[in-house]
T-cell receptor, first 114, second 115 residues
Framework: EPEVTQTPSHQVTQMGQEVILRCVPI?????FYWYRQILGQKVEFLVS????????KSEIFDDQFSVERPDGSNFTLKIRSTKLEDSAMYFC????????????FGDGTRLSIL | GDSVTQMEGPVTLSEEAFLTINCTYT??????LFWYVQYPGEGLQLLLK?????DKGSNKGFEATYRKETTSFHLEKGSVQVSDSAVYFC??????????????FGGGTRVLVKP
């Protein structure tokens, strides 16, 4: 069964540095998403992406964050000038966009900001 | 805005016990409802879904019925196994919005099944 893959599984970064989290969505999917889960808290929506542009973003997704689909397979989340509170598990997801087809999630990247 | 509330865990059970995890939602539209499961060290996996009122989703012995009148989507399993130990997330998406809309999650319920 096709799956969403995320790299790296764990990223440790110094505060103030930039980090790029990578995702390879399922190949025939059209919608891509990033979510995050701070330890012990809810899974929160960050952003959705379709047709090479952001379709929706949450209030968490401020100017510190950006997303990109640099080629036909990768989908990246860039976090600039990282802060301690950016430490979380980041999940990528994709869907075919039928509206009822569920989103398929990757295993997540654990981001630790020191 | 939309929200999902589920019972807090951890829930500790013995093998073969009956499991219920309560989930209620608030939504302005007509959401689709989901249960996702997260096994230790893994990502979120879809467990089951229901897209309209009175639909019953089922998978791996788990069931949940979309109850519009009580805005609930409680997860049940009649006889749990140690392998069911995981964190369970209730979630919704607003099916009336354009395709590709976000998921809103509950806080997750950790379930521990002891042999």
């Amino acid at each position: 069964e096709p799956e969403v893959t995320q790299t790296p599984s764990h990223q440790v970064t110094q505060m103030g540095q930039e980090v790029i989290l990578r995702c390879v969505p399922i190949s025939n999917h059209l919608y891509f998403y990033w979510y995050r889960q701070i330890l012990g808290q809810k899974v929160e929506f960050l952003v959705s992406f379709y047709n090479n542009e952001i379709s929706e973003k949450s209030e968490i997704f401020d100017d510190q964050f950006s997303v990109e689909r640099p080629d036909g397979s990768n989908f990246t989340l860039k976090i600039r000038s990282t802060k301690l509170e950016d430490s979380a598990m980041y999940f990528c997801a994709s869907s075919d966009g039928t509206g009822v087809e569920p989103q398929h999630f990757g295993d997540g990247t654990r981001l630790s900001i020191l | 805005g939309d929200s999902v509330t589920q019972m807090e865990g951890p829930v500790t059970l013995s093998e073969e016990a009956f499991l219920t995890i309560n989930c209620t939602y608030t939504a302005t539209g007509y959401p689709s409802l989901f249960w996702y499961v997260q096994y230790p060290g893994e990502g979120l996996q879809l467990l089951l879904k229901a897209t309209k009122a009175d639909d019953k989703g089922s998978n791996k012995g788990f069931e949940a019925t979309y109850r519009k009148e009580t805005t609930s989507f409680h997860l049940e399993k009649g006889s749990v196994q140690v392998s069911d130990s995981a964190v369970y997330f209730c979630a919704l998406s607003d099916a009336l919005k354009a395709a590709g809309n976000k998921l809103t999650f509950g806080g997750g319920t950790r379930v521990l099944v002891k042999p």
